[in-house]
């Protein structure tokens, strides 16, 4: 959730972010009236509380013949501090609903609108061109022996797969190429759980414009994540971190599932749009002094991974309508699918400044002072579907795709993958 104090301070600054994000800003006027409404509760019930304190200390120094009245006197005063202590209650869960229905604070310069809506910040790396008709990622998985969507759906239902065979080697050789790039850049891996419970999903942001994208398990109240952002936000929640010697850098390899609500008819074929799929997730505490510098340090360790896999790509500012609750700000990075003439999401990455850990309650204490809340950053190094890019790009006239030569230490020295029998 936000800063309450920003609300109260500066709620045009708050007006203005919501609707940035195309959402009304009655959500701001309904968070001051449910913010006003709770602390006013919260003084009537310490104001009877305390006279609750003073007559007990009367009452334990009355004369006999007087306690009567006033232990009566007592009795109403106590009916009266209940009253009032269930209305502060009430009053701060109003309050607390109407905080979290506003998304995080937009930062300064982020483009407004829309999905179609953002800015290009640069490219890199100039469009595959061929001189014969190229395959598709998904015809050229299925020459190599690499992708089994048919058998997927058999097993599993629509938008489920099969990597098979070199498939499964060259998404494996991707994503240990991505741990060890995290590795040399000082992140902890991580293998963390892909089950949360509902406050881990909630704190992270999940539960409200995406909660239609999760799947969630009935009987046990857990939910499968979509990304590994979710578990590892959660690894601090209800801690106090020592930030003294720098951001705290995790890399989770994860499974993810994601229901895809609302894309029927949407990258029906192949790859790009699937239910379930593995990710390797960068994940930063930090000061929010530094995390507008650690949003693009993340930027750049992506960078760097598309360009040695020899892919073309350009980084864009995201809308603020397409931010997602969390992100303050949020560079996605578009390699270029060859077969679909276009750029295609491979990375996101989101500086989610303090909403998340506000939420989570995840703090550092700079310089032993007060505790404040850290910064939260995510970013993806590694994914599945960045496999849809790399065979579409390096393919060849015979259907076979040379093996970038980051990729082939990790694929026993394999240079060129080719068509099976």
């Known amino acids: 959730m936000i800063d309450p104090a920003l609300l109260r301070e500066n709620p045009d600054l708050v007006r203005r972010s919501q609707e940035a994000r195309g959402e009304s800003s009655e959500t701001v006027d309904a968070a001051i009236a449910a913010d006003r409404d709770r602390r006013a509760a919260i003084t009537v019930f310490e104001e009877l509380r305390a006279a609750q304190n003073a007559h007990g200390k009367l009452v334990a120094r009355a004369p006999k013949d007087e306690k009567p009245a006033l232990v009566a006197e007592a009795k109403a005063l106590s009916e009266q501090v209940k009253q009032a202590q269930h209305a502060a209650a009430a009053a701060e869960s109003v309050a607390a609903e109407a905080l979290a229905a506003i998304e995080n604070i937009v930062l300064d310069g982020v483009p407004a609108g829309g999905e179609d809506d953002f800015v290009t910040l640069r490219t890199h790396g100039e469009p595959a061109s061929f001189d014969f008709e ?69 704190g992270t942001g999940f539960l409200g414009q995406h909660a239609a994208e999760v ?104 809308a603020a309508g397409d931010l997602g609750s969390s992100a303050a700000r949020k560079y996605d990075v578009e390699a270029w699918v060859p077969t679909q003439g276009a750029f295609r999401e491979l990375t996101s ?5 303090t909403y998340q850990a506000r939420r989570l309650d995840i703090r550092h204490r700079p310089d032993g002072g007060r505790t404040q809340h850290v910064a939260t950053l995510n970013g993806t190094l590694a994914t599945t ?33 080719e068509p099976v029998a």
């Not at 398990?217 to 994540?225: A, H, P, S, T, W």
């Not at 994860?254 to 949407?266: L, N, Q, V």
């Not at 990455?349 to 400044?353: A, G, Q």
């Not at 496999?387 to 076979?400: C, K, P, W």
């Open 385 to 417: 579907r960045w496999l849809v890019a790399l065979l579409e790009t390096h393919q060849r006239a015979d259907g076979s795709v040379v093996v970038p030569e980051v990729l082939r230490p990790y694929l026993g020295g394999l240079e060129v993958l």
């Open 134 to 202: 190229p395959l598709d990622h998904l015809a050229l998985g299925e020459r190599l022996g690499a992708i089994d969507m048919e058998r997927g759906t058999k097993v599993s239902g629509s938008r489920f797969y099969f990597l098979t065979g070199i498939g499964a080697r060259l998404e494996h050789a991707l994503m240990s190429l991505g741990l060890q790039r995290a590795l040399d850049a000082g992140f902890v891996p991580m293998i963390p759980p892909t089950l949360v419970r509902a406050e881990v999903m909630r």
């Open 215 to 318: 799947y969630r398990l009935d009987e046990d109240d857990l939910y499968l994540v979509g990304t590994s952002e979710v578990p590892l936000a959660g690894y601090h929640m209800d801690e106090i971190l020592d930030l003294s010697a720098g951001p705290k850098r995790y890399a989770g390899w994860s499974t993810c599932y994601r229901r895809e609500a609302g894309s029927y008819g949407k990258d029906t074929r192949g790859i790009i749009r699937v239910h379930q799929f593995n990710k390797l997730e960068m994940f930063v505490f930090t000061t929010p002094g530094d995390a507008a510098a650690e949003h693009d340090r993340l930027v750049a360790l992506q960078e760097g991974m598309l360009q040695d896999l020899g892919l073309s790509y350009r980084v864009i500012d995201v």
């Open 349 to 353: 990455t989101s500086n989610c400044t």
